[in-house]
């Protein structure tokens, strides 16, 4: 196990690392100062562009600067933006309650998803099942955002059957629409992973040997049937917190979390390009990181995992 | 004693030339149906419901894309009356106005060929790096694989609207249909080179392809006529489903608001995002091009997803 740790995280490292770079690189490769744009239409005094320039270390190539930035974040420091707030300081004031909105969302995709799909698995052919998958279609195919639109003018504006916006102080009961719609996706590709992998165990020896034996329904299905099929469903929540990130920023636009999604959709609409860029970098940095935590978690799930190469 | 032994007859059987070995395999039969992987597959999608509506819905949105003046006369962008602001419906504008008191219908059909242009030219860069990436990294294997995959690691670890969303605000100034495609494009190849990998280490341990190889064809060649041909069918399966997801994303990144000039194009995610503050009072024009979007995408995944039933002998066997 200590050596699947070890491998794995060496694993992480050129990925991390490339992926900072890729977007410092796209970034960089724009022409144009980006200080002349905080200015608008005014020239800016020499010095106080060679201050500028000094303080964000514009003068230095690319790769000095790319490394100070990357010390820097393992240092713990993610950057200033261009007007002047520290992404730290926007981090701890935003993060915990994108933290909240999508443990909120992970319980509703996990627990609706998983129970669908094992409902739909064991009855296949059913309505139950035939349902839930067109169901999932038409999840899948409905973009967050409209997805939004509709719950919120539906459940929230028309029905009044929660905030239509989330409130100050984002209270947890305001939080359970915004994190609905955020489920909605991954609750669809949770349930189809999980019926095609309750299909493929439930006919599985093993399966058949605890029928066989005797032991009752209440033991077979949670214990031999949904233990094993929970693995894939596992793997691919790394996948699922990828849709997650995206997601957040559409939802907690449109409903008004005072989230990271929130900060960076606002940041796209001021036009704040080096806001933009540092919370995607921020962003991306979690996504390897959450990654990583999920391939460790499945090696210890997984045993077979852990010795292949 | 021995001469006593009367001498049996063992009759010597010889077949008729047509009831030999020899006969059997020659006795091929010509009016057999020809059977193969493709063949096979439109068999099984004949019969499906599923693969007939997402072709309609195809086809129709194909034919508005190509000619939305078929379908409507008003024009979508010029003489939009403010008289006719948030209207509902009248005779010859079947969906009323917008806030701008644009017919809703007609920015509809006028905006079906964004979506579309932007979903194929989208698949078109994801086909040619997933496939030529992929397709290098397994058929060689060795370093140019590591290379390649560890590449494709990376680029993988950038959710693709994020990454679409840094690049479009680069670009403020020249947004336009090929920039938005190679936003999305350029960052999600690697599932596809992943999958196409994954089956080119499949087909190249087969024998015809240790038969081309004996046979003495070189190793691009043997790629190009062997290798490729029989690995490609998963890559329009996800190619058909990527193409449904770079429309969502192309009118999620309008939505954001780095997407396409909505003075210039025609967008249903820009109509969705303009329509976003009147959504109490006049929801209807948030709902018509959220339907458009939403159908459309729906019916590429559909057949997304019949093609790869049908391609499956296996989903077949047990369907």
């Given at each position: 196990m200590i050596w699947y740790i070890v491998r794995r995280i060496l694993q992480t490292i050129p990925v991390f690392i490339g992926a900072t770079l890729l977007i410092y690189a796209m970034v960089f490769a724009v022409p144009g100062d980006p200080l002349l744009a905080l200015f608008g239409d005014k020239t800016p005094s020499p010095g106080l562009l060679a201050q500028l320039r000094d303080y964000y270390n514009l003068d230095e190539p690319f790769y000095v600067q790319y490394f100070t930035y990357l010390g820097?974040?393992?240092?713990?420091?993610?950057?200033?933006?261009?007007?002047?707030?520290?992404?730290?300081?926007?981090?701890?004031?935003?993060?915990?309650?994108?933290?909240?909105?999508?443990?909120?969302?992970?319980?509703i995709q996990l627990v609706f998803g998983v129970s669908f799909g094992l409902i739909a698995g064991l009855r296949k052919g059913s309505i139950f099942d035939h349902a839930s998958l067109l169901i999932s279609l038409v999840l899948i195919s409905l973009p967050v955002f409209v997805l939004a639109f509709i719950a919120q003018f539906v459940l929230g504006i028309e029905l009044g059957?929660?905030?239509?916006?989330?409130?100050?102080?984002?209270?947890?009961?305001?939080?359970?629409?915004p994190a609905i719609v955020l489920a909605a996706l991954n609750f669809a590709y949770v349930l189809r992973l999980t019926r095609s992998s309750v299909l493929e165990t439930r006919n599985q020896d093993f399966v058949r040997m605890a029928w066989g034996k005797g032991?009752?329904?209440?033991?077979?299905?949670?214990v031999h049937i949904l233990r094993n099929s929970l693995i894939p469903v596992t793997t691919n929540l790394a996948a699922d917190f990828g849709i997650l990130i995206v997601g957040a920023t559409v939802t907690e636009g449109i409903f008004n979390v005072p989230g990271v999604g929130r900060e960076l959709f606002h940041a796209i609409n001021?036009?704040?390009?080096?806001?933009?860029?540092?919370?995607?970098?921020?962003?991306?940095?979690?996504?390897?990181?959450?990654n990583l935590g999920i391939d460790l978690l499945y090696g210890l799930l997984d045993p077979r995992i852990r010795y292949v190469k | 004693m021995s001469s006593k032994t009367p001498v049996r007859h063992v009759?010597?059987?010889?077949?008729?030339?047509?009831?030999?070995?020899?006969?059997?395999?020659?006795?091929v039969r010509v009016r057999e149906r020809k059977s193969n992987l493709w063949l096979d597959a439109w068999r099984d999608l004949r019969g499906r419901w599923m693969f007939w509506i997402s072709a309609a819905i195809i086809l129709l949105v194909v034919v508005v894309a190509l000619f939305p003046g078929l379908f409507t006369h008003e024009p979508p962008n010029d003489g939009c009356l403010l008289a006719n602001s948030n209207g509902g419906p009248e005779p010859g504008h079947p969906l009323g106005y917008t806030k701008q008191g644009c017919d809703v219908f007609s920015r509809i059909m006028h905006g079906t060929s964004t979506s579309l242009s932007v979903?194929?030219?989208?698949?078109?860069?994801?086909?040619?790096?997933g496939v030529v990436l992929g397709a290098f990294a397994g058929f060689f294997g060795g370093w140019i694989d590591s290379l390649l995959m560890r590449f494709g690691d990376i680029v993988f670890a950038i959710p693709y609207i994020l990454a679409a969303v840094v690049i479009m605000s680069m670009f403020v100034h020249d947004r336009n249909i090929l920039v938005i495609s190679a936003a999305i494009g350029l960052f999600s190849w690697p599932a596809t080179a992943r999958i196409l990998r994954s089956e080119v280490l499949r087909v190249k341990q087969s024998d015809y392809v240790m038969a081309s190889t004996a046979l003495g064809l070189s190793k691009v060649r043997t790629m190009f006529t062997h290798v490729l041909p029989n690995s490609i069918a998963p890559v329009i399966v996800v190619t058909t489903v990527g193409l449904a997801?770079?429309?969502?994303?192309e009118a999620t990144l309008s939505f954001l608001g780095v997407g396409l000039p909505n003075n210039?194009?025609?967008?249903?995610?820009?109509d969705i995002s303009a329509a976003q503050s009147d959504l109490r009072t006049n929801p209807t024009t948030l709902i018509y091009p959220s339907i458009a979007l939403s159908l459309t995408v729906l019916a590429f995944i559909m057949m997304g997803e019949t093609v790869r039933d049908a391609l499956d002998p296996r989903a077949r066997a047990t369907r």
């Open positions: 820097n974040v393992f240092q713990g420091d993610l950057g200033t933006t261009f007007s002047g707030q520290s992404v730290n300081e926007i981090l701890v004031r935003t993060f915990p309650n994108t933290l909240r909105l999508a443990l909120l969302a992970i319980v059957l929660f905030r239509p916006t989330v409130g100050r102080g984002a209270p947890w009961a305001d939080l359970v629409l032991l009752p329904t209440r033991r077979v299905i949670p001021r036009h704040d390009n080096p806001e933009v860029v540092s919370i995607v970098t921020v962003l991306v940095i979690i996504y390897v990181l959450v | 009759p010597h059987f010889v077949a008729k030339v047509d009831e030999g070995g020899l006969g059997a395999i020659d006795a979903g194929l030219i989208v698949s078109l860069i994801v086909v040619v790096f997801a770079a429309i969502s994303a210039i194009y025609m967008s249903w995610g820009n």
